[in-house]
């Protein structure tokens, strides 16, 4: 998967230089899903995944509070390595919500699941400690707690 692949490589060289280091492993991103926000009418979730197969989610916004809690807080994360979620959900759950939240019905169409990314979604994903992560980093988002704010925005 080139897209993990190039990120393990930046690991690896990190590592190679034997600096003190926290790597940030964050989780698929709430905000791929705005791609889906300005449906009019009806709103048609596209998407190669198992329609009941739970995926890890985290709000960008979140990723830069716990960036900045890492850095407020390094000797307590030196050389660790996190896995960083705000919330997991199947992709029909992910339709209710929008749905829910604004409005306009929703449904989710799955394609065929191909390619070796969204083959490892359906297979094992991300294994981020969500219960971890959130007596860590309390506060973290969940995806109807995001999208409401975004909502709001539009």
Not at 76 to 87: K, M
Request: net charge negative; glycine share 8%; charged share 25%.
């Amino acid at each position: 998967m080139e897209h993990f692949e190039s990120k393990a490589a930046i690991e690896s060289y990190i590592r190679a230089l034997g600096l003190p280091a926290t790597i940030l492993r964050p989780v698929f991103f709430m905000d791929n899903l705005l791609h889906y926000a300005d449906a009019a009418g009806e709103r048609v979730m596209e998407l190669p995944v198992l329609p009941d197969r739970p995926m890890q989610l985290i709000a960008t916004d979140d990723i830069g509070r716990i960036a900045a809690h890492v850095i407020d807080h390094r000797d307590d994360y030196l050389g660790r390595e996190l896995e960083i979620a705000g919330d997991e959900l199947t992709f029909s759950q992910v339709a209710g919500i929008y749905e829910k939240l604004t409005g306009v019905p929703t449904h989710l169409v799955p394609l065929p699941v191909e390619g070796r990314m969204f083959e490892w979604f359906a297979e094992s994903g991300y294994q981020a400690d969500l219960a971890e992560l959130r007596d860590h980093f309390p506060g973290l988002l969940t995806f109807q707690n995001w999208l409401g704010g975004q909502v709001s925005k539009m």
